[in-house]
């Protein structure tokens, strides 16, 4: 077995969690789940983890007799969620605001490179998660988190990474590649460089404030008309995107 048979720290916490809800080892449990859904363990797996599938795993040769090894139904239904990410005790993933298109006039959606939280603190190609952020002039919200190792196993990572945010307008990462930034720029994603990490709400605050008069390469993702290059030419958000 692989020495890193989960691809990410919260499949690891799920998975330990379940284990200790099902009453059997994690090692034994990492066994099972491999076994059906191969390694390595990712979130996106997980998420596929039904209760049939976990009465079969625990029962072993003797699933045809519907025995559970000890775990009744309601914990079966529990791990079931856990691996889903309710409830996980420990977990840094940020909670997602509920968002119907169209509720935000004159917004667009940001991705955030991620490892930790809501932290802007990832490289492209190796990043744990995408935050997904609807962002308009006076309101923002994280409407989903992506996972991206899932998208290490295809043929072209960066391509899959990619076509992750395909959705999105602007991607925010502390480092990309030359080749990567293609397929993301080819993707119709803007990427925008932060080399020093930090929270992804202040770095899209920032953007935030630029929504109202746009320079104009925002204002092309956005598809409104521009504001003066003059203005705007010595702002920190030029800069930002001559460094992309």
């Known amino acids: 077995m692989p020495e890193t048979p989960t691809a990410s720290r919260e499949a690891a916490l799920r998975i330990a969690h379940a284990a200790r809800l099902l009453a059997v080892g994690v090692k034994a449990l990492v066994t099972a789940l491999a076994e059906r859904h191969a390694l390595p363990l990712t979130e996106a797996k997980l998420n596929l983890v039904t209760v049939d599938d976990l009465r079969e795993m625990l029962a072993g040769g003797h699933a045809g007799e519907n025995r559970t090894a000890g775990a009744p139904l309601e914990n079966l239904k529990a791990a079931v969620k856990l691996f889903k990410g309710e409830n996980v005790a420990g977990s840094d993933l940020p909670?997602?605001?509920?968002?119907?298109?169209?509720?935000?006039?004159?917004?667009?959606?940001?991705?955030?490179?991620?490892?930790?939280?809501?932290?802007?603190?990832?490289?492209?190609g190796s990043c744990e998660r995408f935050l997904i952020y609807q962002v308009a002039p006076a309101a923002m919200k994280l409407i989903a988190v992506?996972?991206?190792?899932?998208?290490?196993?295809?043929e072209d990572k960066n391509a899959a990474r990619a076509a992750l945010l395909a959705d999105c307008q602007i991607l925010y990462l502390q480092s990309i590649g030359g080749p990567a930034a293609a397929k993301v720029v080819r993707a119709g994603v803007?990427?925008?460089?932060?080399?020093?990490g930090g929270s992804a709400r202040e770095a899209i605050a920032r953007l935030q404030r630029h929504l109202h008069q746009p320079p104009p390469w925002l204002a092309r993702i956005m598809g409104?008309?521009?504001?003066s290059l003059q203005k705007y030419g010595k702002s920190a958000l030029a800069g930002e995107e001559a460094s992309a």
């Not at 119907?100 to 004159?106: H, L, V």
């Not at 992506?146 to 998208?151: E, F, Q, T, Y």
């Open 190 to 196: 803007h990427p925008v460089k932060y080399p020093k």
């Open 95 to 124: 909670p997602v605001e509920p968002y119907a298109d169209g509720e935000m006039p004159r917004s667009i959606r940001v991705a955030v490179a991620s490892n930790h939280g809501e932290e802007l603190d990832g490289h492209f």
């Open 146 to 154: 992506r996972g991206a190792l899932d998208a290490d196993e295809a």
């Open 224 to 227: 409104v008309p521009a504001a």
